[in-house]
Nanobody, 121 residues
C-alpha cells in the first residue's frame, strides 16, 4: 500500500508564508510526477503546481511568482512553499503523485487526505 501524507497547513495572515510537505510511504518502486491541487468550498479541485521526476515545474497563473514546488527524491517528499498568501488562497490543499509500486506493474495515481490552509486576518 502507498500513502501520501500532507502536513504544514494552518492559519496565516495575508502576506504571510507557509510550507506544505507531502511524504510518500509504503511500497514504492518509482515516483513520477508529483503535484499539488487545491479545493475551496463550492469549487472544483484545481492544480496549483506540478513537478516532474527530472524537476521540471509548472504553476497555475494565480500562484506564479508566489509559490514554489520542489521535491526531495531521496525522501519521497514534495514541498510547496507559499509566499505572499492572499485570502483567495484559502482552500484544502491535496498532494497527488503518479507512483509505480513495484518493478513490474502499472503506474497508479494516488491522493493525500488534504491539509487546510486558511489565509485571514
Amino acid at each position: 500500500q502507498v500513502q501520501l501524507v500532507e502536513s504544514g497547513g494552518g492559519l496565516v495572515q495575508p502576506g504571510g508564508s507557509l510550507r506544505l510537505s507531502c511524504a510518500a510511504s509504503g511500497s514504492i518502486f518509482r515516483i513520477y510526477g508529483m503535484n499539488w491541487y487545491r479545493q475551496a468550498p463550492g469549487t472544483q479541485r484545481d492544480m496549483v503546481a506540478s513537478i516532474s521526476s527530472q524537476g521540471s515545474t509548472n504553476y497555475a497563473e494565480s500562484v506564479k511568482g508566489r509559490f514554489t514546488i520542489s521535491r526531495d527524491n531521496a525522501k519521497n517528499t514534495v514541498y510547496l512553499r507559499m509566499n505572499s498568501l492572499k485570502p483567495e488562497d484559502t482552500a484544502v490543499y491535496y498532494c497527488n503523485a503518479d507512483i509505480q509500486p513495484r518493478p513490474i506493474g502499472s503506474m497508479i495515481n494516488y491522493w493525500g487526505q488534504g491539509t487546510q490552509v486558511t489565509v485571514s486576518s
